[in-house]
Protein backbone atom coordinates (compact mmCIF):
# COMPACT_ATOMS: atom_id res chain seq x y z
CA UNK A 1 0.00 0.00 0.00
CA UNK A 2 2.15 2.30 0.89
CA UNK A 3 4.50 1.83 -2.61
CA UNK A 4 0.92 2.61 -3.96
CA UNK A 5 1.07 5.98 -2.04
CA UNK A 6 4.63 6.55 -3.04
CA UNK A 7 4.44 5.64 -6.96
CA UNK A 8 0.83 8.29 -6.58
CA UNK A 9 2.84 10.95 -5.24
CA UNK A 10 5.44 10.71 -7.75
CA UNK A 11 3.21 10.74 -10.57
CA UNK A 12 1.24 13.71 -9.02
CA UNK A 13 4.79 15.59 -8.01
CA UNK A 14 6.13 15.06 -12.19
CA UNK A 15 2.50 16.48 -13.15
CA UNK A 16 2.37 19.06 -11.40
CA UNK A 17 5.89 20.07 -12.38
CA UNK A 18 4.94 19.59 -15.96
CA UNK A 19 1.72 21.84 -15.34
CA UNK A 20 4.05 25.15 -14.45
CA UNK A 21 6.89 24.58 -16.79
CA UNK A 22 6.83 27.19 -19.50
CA UNK A 23 7.42 25.98 -22.93
CA UNK A 24 10.25 28.68 -23.72
CA UNK A 25 10.77 27.49 -27.11
CA UNK A 26 7.44 28.44 -28.32
CA UNK A 27 7.28 31.58 -25.84
CA UNK A 28 10.73 32.32 -28.13
CA UNK A 29 9.23 31.64 -31.20
CA UNK A 30 5.67 33.88 -31.18
CA UNK A 31 8.07 36.74 -29.73
CA UNK A 32 10.26 36.59 -32.61
CA UNK A 33 7.14 36.67 -34.72
CA UNK A 34 6.17 39.62 -32.86
CA UNK A 35 9.55 41.37 -33.61
CA UNK A 36 9.35 40.58 -37.14
CA UNK A 37 5.73 41.74 -37.30
CA UNK A 38 6.75 45.37 -35.57
CA UNK A 39 9.94 45.59 -37.69
CA UNK A 40 7.31 45.20 -41.01
CA UNK A 41 5.03 47.37 -39.31
CA UNK A 42 7.66 50.44 -38.58
CA UNK A 43 8.34 50.39 -42.31
CA UNK A 44 4.87 51.28 -42.58
CA UNK A 45 4.65 53.58 -39.89
CA UNK A 46 7.78 56.24 -41.67
CA UNK A 47 4.79 56.80 -43.99
CA UNK A 48 2.41 59.79 -43.80
CA UNK A 49 -1.06 58.89 -43.99
CA UNK A 50 -1.49 60.23 -47.67
CA UNK A 51 1.17 57.53 -48.64
CA UNK A 52 -0.24 55.22 -46.58
CA UNK A 53 -3.82 55.60 -47.94
CA UNK A 54 -2.84 55.99 -51.85
CA UNK A 55 -1.27 52.07 -51.88
CA UNK A 56 -4.11 49.90 -50.93
CA UNK A 57 -1.53 47.15 -50.40
CA UNK A 58 0.15 49.33 -47.80
CA UNK A 59 -3.68 48.86 -45.79
CA UNK A 60 -3.31 45.05 -46.26
CA UNK A 61 0.16 44.30 -44.88
CA UNK A 62 -0.21 46.50 -42.23
CA UNK A 63 -3.71 44.69 -41.05
CA UNK A 64 -1.81 41.24 -41.68
CA UNK A 65 1.14 42.11 -39.17
CA UNK A 66 -0.71 43.74 -36.66
CA UNK A 67 -3.66 40.91 -36.47
CA UNK A 68 -0.58 38.35 -36.78
CA UNK A 69 1.42 40.35 -33.82
CA UNK A 70 -1.86 40.27 -31.71
CA UNK A 71 -2.46 36.45 -32.06
CA UNK A 72 1.19 36.17 -30.83
CA UNK A 73 0.57 38.28 -27.77
CA UNK A 74 -2.78 36.23 -27.01
CA UNK A 75 -1.29 33.21 -27.71
CA UNK A 76 1.96 33.78 -25.33
CA UNK A 77 -1.23 35.13 -22.70
CA UNK A 78 -2.71 32.21 -23.08
CA UNK A 79 -0.07 29.77 -22.47
CA UNK A 80 1.08 31.41 -19.60
CA UNK A 81 -2.02 31.40 -17.82
CA UNK A 82 -2.55 27.76 -18.57
CA UNK A 83 1.21 26.87 -17.51
CA UNK A 84 0.60 28.67 -14.45
CA UNK A 85 -2.66 28.34 -13.67
CA UNK A 86 -3.75 31.55 -13.05
CA UNK A 87 -7.43 30.73 -14.26
CA UNK A 88 -9.37 31.21 -17.58
CA UNK A 89 -9.68 34.05 -19.19
CA UNK A 90 -13.46 34.29 -20.97
CA UNK A 91 -12.45 36.68 -23.32
CA UNK A 92 -9.27 38.18 -25.35
CA UNK A 93 -9.14 41.29 -23.59
CA UNK A 94 -9.05 39.45 -20.01
CA UNK A 95 -6.53 37.61 -21.41
CA UNK A 96 -4.07 40.57 -20.38
CA UNK A 97 -5.89 42.05 -17.75
CA UNK A 98 -5.34 38.05 -16.05
CA UNK A 99 -1.26 38.96 -16.83
CA UNK A 100 -1.36 42.12 -15.26
CA UNK A 101 -3.31 40.89 -12.25
CA UNK A 102 -0.51 38.17 -11.73
CA UNK A 103 2.48 40.37 -12.23
CA UNK A 104 3.67 39.02 -15.38
CA UNK A 105 2.78 42.26 -16.97
CA UNK A 106 2.69 45.27 -15.42
CA UNK A 107 -0.70 45.86 -14.13
CA UNK A 108 -0.16 50.01 -15.21
CA UNK A 109 0.89 48.63 -18.80
CA UNK A 110 -2.13 45.90 -18.85
CA UNK A 111 -4.33 48.37 -18.84
CA UNK A 112 -3.34 50.58 -21.17
CA UNK A 113 -2.61 47.54 -23.32
CA UNK A 114 -6.20 45.22 -22.89
CA UNK A 115 -7.51 46.89 -26.03
CA UNK A 116 -5.03 45.07 -28.46
CA UNK A 117 -6.88 41.34 -27.97
CA UNK A 118 -10.40 43.83 -29.07
CA UNK A 119 -8.69 44.98 -31.49
CA UNK A 120 -7.23 42.05 -32.93
CA UNK A 121 -11.06 40.47 -32.54
CA UNK A 122 -11.88 44.24 -35.03
CA UNK A 123 -9.83 42.84 -37.34
CA UNK A 124 -10.61 39.75 -37.70
CA UNK A 125 -14.94 39.66 -37.63
CA UNK A 126 -15.23 43.63 -38.45
CA UNK A 127 -12.34 43.91 -40.64
CA UNK A 128 -14.67 45.96 -43.06
CA UNK A 129 -15.04 48.53 -40.60
CA UNK A 130 -11.22 49.01 -39.71
CA UNK A 131 -10.62 52.36 -41.39
CA UNK A 132 -7.53 53.11 -43.09
CA UNK A 133 -7.10 56.42 -40.61
CA UNK A 134 -7.22 53.95 -37.42
CA UNK A 135 -5.24 51.05 -38.33
CA UNK A 136 -2.65 53.85 -39.20
CA UNK A 137 -3.06 55.98 -35.85
CA UNK A 138 -2.65 52.42 -33.91
CA UNK A 139 0.43 51.43 -36.48
CA UNK A 140 1.44 55.22 -35.45
CA UNK A 141 0.98 55.34 -31.76
CA UNK A 142 0.82 51.97 -29.62
CA UNK A 143 2.93 49.74 -31.99
CA UNK A 144 5.90 50.15 -29.12
CA UNK A 145 3.26 48.73 -27.21
CA UNK A 146 3.79 45.44 -28.94
CA UNK A 147 8.05 45.87 -28.23
CA UNK A 148 7.37 46.41 -24.62
CA UNK A 149 5.23 43.30 -23.79
CA UNK A 150 7.93 41.63 -25.65
CA UNK A 151 10.30 42.81 -23.34
CA UNK A 152 8.45 42.12 -19.88
CA UNK A 153 7.63 38.78 -21.24
CA UNK A 154 11.34 38.03 -21.71
CA UNK A 155 11.81 39.33 -18.19
CA UNK A 156 9.03 37.28 -16.48
CA UNK A 157 10.61 34.26 -18.32
CA UNK A 158 14.23 34.82 -17.19
CA UNK A 159 13.17 35.63 -13.14
CA UNK A 160 11.19 32.04 -13.45
Not at 7 to 21: A, D, F, P, S
Not at 111 to 130: D, Q, T
Request: glycine share 4%.
Amino acid sequence: MICIIKKWLKQLVLKMENKIKLYKAMLMDRIGAIREDVARLKLIRTLSLSEFKINPDNYAVAEHHLRRASESVLDIGRHIIAKSDFGKAMDYTEIIDILGQNNVIPPKFAKEFRKIGGFRNRLVHVYWNVSPEELYNVIKNDLNKLTDFCRYILKYIENR
